[in-house]
């Protein structure tokens, strides 16, 4: 398996610009989660996805901030409008809903700069 | 509410020696799992090991293994026989009863010496 793929790798825009994020989960898991990882915050969850459906959004800075989840295989993350403050990297995750086999696998992450 | 803390910021070590990466939680839930990820320069998250609360032993993977004090909420991680490779950001992370949501320490940077 390819393993967690996102895109792109890096991201440079300006203050006010929008900017999506894309993740493709390794087939057949069931959860998706996405991260933020800054100096000062560390890693902090976001958003996870069940089946394609949202189930916890508490981790969402502000409402500039919306995730989807179209179909199992495909997720985005928009800032709109981006802020020099969201500047990190973001991780994309997944994991089969299987209990007992609930390791999340990371993707490569997406560093973003907002100029 | 979950926490998770990594003493240690940094620490170092000389290449074929041995070391310990310190971690302490806190958690309501009776049932949960531990979790270590490695963090390269790369930047990919990688997990090392894992361990499940209800069990008692600890939980090895080659040169990496656990100490796992349940009573003292503590999760260390132990690697023998370092390796250049091994330098890395080590992040300590629970997973709470049903509760699919990881929470992760500060990280403690290792780096490993020729």
């Known amino acids: 398996d390819a393993g967690v793929i996102q895109s792109p790798r890096h991201e440079v825009t300006e203050m006010g610009q929008e900017v999506t994020l894309r993740c493709k989960p390794i087939s057949g898991h069931d959860y998706l989660f996405w991260y933020r990882q800054t100096m000062m915050r560390g890693l902090e969850l976001l958003i996870y996805?069940?089946?394609?459906?949202?189930?916890?959004d508490s981790g969402m800075p502000e409402d500039r901030f919306s995730a989807k989840m179209p179909n199992a295989s495909f997720s985005t993350l928009k800032i709109q409008p981006s802020e020099p403050r969201d500047s990190a990297v973001y991780f994309c995750?997944?994991?089969?809903?299987?209990?007992?086999?609930?390791?999340?696998?990371f993707g490569p992450g997406t560093r973003l700069l907002v100029l | 509410a979950q926490t998770v803390t990594q003493s240690q910021p940094e620490m170092s070590v000389q290449e074929a020696e041995t070391v310990t990466l310190s971690c302490t939680y806190d958690?309501?839930?009776?049932?949960?799992?531990l979790f270590w990820y490695k963090q390269p320069p790369s930047r990919q998250m990688i997990l090392v090991i894992r361990q499940e609360a209800y069990k008692q032993q600890n939980a090895t993977e080659n040169r990496f293994s656990v100490n796992f004090q349940k009573a003292a909420k503590s999760f260390s991680l132990k690697i023998s026989d370092s390796q250049l490779g091994d330098t890395a950001m080590y992040f300590c992370a629970l997973r709470g009863g049903s509760n699919y949501k990881l929470t992760f320490g500060k990280g403690t940077l290792l780096t490993v010496n020729p």
């Open positions: 995750a997944s994991s089969l809903g299987d209990y007992l086999l609930e390791t999340q696998y």
């Open positions: 958690t309501s839930e009776n049932n949960y799992y």
């Open positions: 996805f069940n089946n394609n459906v949202p189930i916890d």
